[in-house]
């Protein structure tokens, strides 16, 4: 059995020394500490000391996250794991890094290479202008961003991404990364084994982890995959075309791409939603309608939003906000999306929320391998959303664009 907790290779990875190896591990298994051990600590601190606290000075208890972090940023336990939380994010950035630069021109020779052998195209457009939003800062906190080049034909951040996410996210992407993606495909495997899309657009697709496996399900579809960031298409070419997959992929801004009216039968994203402004967002959704066509399907896959959650976990995971370089994480939880997706062009009776089942657990689970089939066994159990937590989904928002409009009597 293929163990899903350790990163598959494949020609385009980064290939670390045993001292990088063995730094990336500790830095993986710091951040799992931080959320098996450090984390749990946070409700009791909260419950017999915070709150207590916090009713005393105000004379009620806490409403809202924004009350429930005012009483906890004062507590030495909860100052303790968002500095080591932090310490971690950095860390494991650092740790890949140093294998990243000591080999980033033979890993830019071989993402020549890969993507010279594939059919499948790749549009690195000539002058073009990043969001602002994206470039103004280090996205979780990883250094330089998705964006930043530093020589001709940069791959170096694509690189940076593959390995440092699959750290940050303590393997509960799955061995390719790919578990957002693939959740959502099973997804769409279950819920609607009748789909047959003949193009798929992955909007924010990174270094195109989530895009692949829809190529997987849909081998005859054509399937792009954008991004604003130049070095991270590149490398995602590259990557796709060194595990076997033919897939299109574009430096293009979601908010408005150069694909005609229609084009896709089925528009996805994978955590794109609070990566981008609240200015963004509305955009996105109007472009995902607009090249919809009739009888396609939109699916942002993200976690939910905090009209979903109790207070507490709201605050828990409004931390990315404050300490993960993740400004637009609580605003893009709050906004409506619903009533986004209806001013698009959506109608609401066919917007919904739902959950889809991270694929790694329904593969842990079955205990058979990492395949689609072997998940087949414990699909339909009951998951909670969540990140990368043990028994979590993805928070699915489904948007159709029926084949006719209704009639307005």
């Known amino acids: 059995m293929l163990n899903t907790f350790q990163q598959a290779d494949h020609p385009a990875l980064p290939k670390a020394s045993a001292d990088e190896a063995a730094r990336q591990e500790f830095a993986k298994s710091f951040k799992g500490f931080i959320q098996s051990t450090l984390l749990p600590g946070l409700t009791p601190v909260y419950q017999t000391r915070v709150a207590r606290k916090f009713e005393k000075k105000h004379g009620r208890s806490p409403q809202d996250r924004r009350d429930i972090r005012e009483g906890m940023v004062e507590d030495i336990y909860f100052q303790h794991y968002a500095a080591a939380n932090r310490i971690a994010q950095e860390l494991l950035w650092e740790s890949v890094n140093g294998s990243v630069d000591r080999q980033l021109p033979e890993l830019i020779e071989t993402a020549r290479q890969l993507s ?132 299109n992929f574009a430096q293009m801004n979601a908010e408005q791409t150069t694909f005609p009216d229609g084009y896709f039968d089925l528009v996805v994203s994978h955590i794109l939603l609070h990566e981008t402004s609240g200015k963004a967002m509305p955009r996105i959704f109007a472009e995902a ?30 931390n990315e906000t404050w300490y993960n370089n993740e400004p637009f994480w609580g605003a893009m939880r709050d906004m409506d999306q619903i009533a986004l ?69």
């Not at 195109?208 to 070419?237: M, N, Q």
């Not at 919809?292 to 939910?304: Q, S, V, Y």
């Open 289 to 318: 309608h607009r090249v919809l066509a009739p009888g396609g399907w939109m699916i942002h896959a993200d976690l939910p939003p905090f009209d979903l959650m109790d207070p507490f976990t709201q605050f828990i995971l409004d």
């Open 116 to 247: 010279a052998a594939t059919a499948a195209r790749l549009e690195i457009p000539e002058g073009f202008e990043p969001p602002r939003y994206v470039t103004a800062l280090d996205i979780h906190c990883m250094p330089g961003g998705y964006c930043s080049e530093v020589c001709e034909d940069d791959i170096s951040v694509g690189a940076l991404y593959d390995r440092g996410v699959y750290l940050y996210s303590m393997g509960y992407t799955g061995p390719n990364n790919d578990d957002m993606g693939r959740s959502v495909v099973n997804y769409i495997k279950r819920k609607m084994p009748d789909f047959a899309p003949r193009r798929i657009l992955d909007m924010g697709c990174t270094v195109g982890h989530s895009t692949l496996p829809y190529k997987e399900l849909f081998p005859d579809a054509e399937v792009w995959g954008i991004d604003v960031g130049g070095p991270c298409v590149r490398y995602a070419h590259a990557r796709a075309a060194g595990m076997g997959f033919e897939v």
């Open 341 to 409: 997706a209806e001013r698009a062009g959506f109608e609401r009776s066919n917007v919904r929320f739902d959950t889809a089942p991270m694929a790694v657990m329904e593969f842990a689970a079955a205990a058979e391998g990492y395949s689609q089939e072997a998940s087949e066994a414990v699909a339909e159990r009951e998951f909670t959303a969540g990140e990368f937590a043990p028994g979590g989904g993805w928070e699915v928002l489904i948007a159709h664009k029926p084949m006719t409009r209704k009639m307005v009597a």
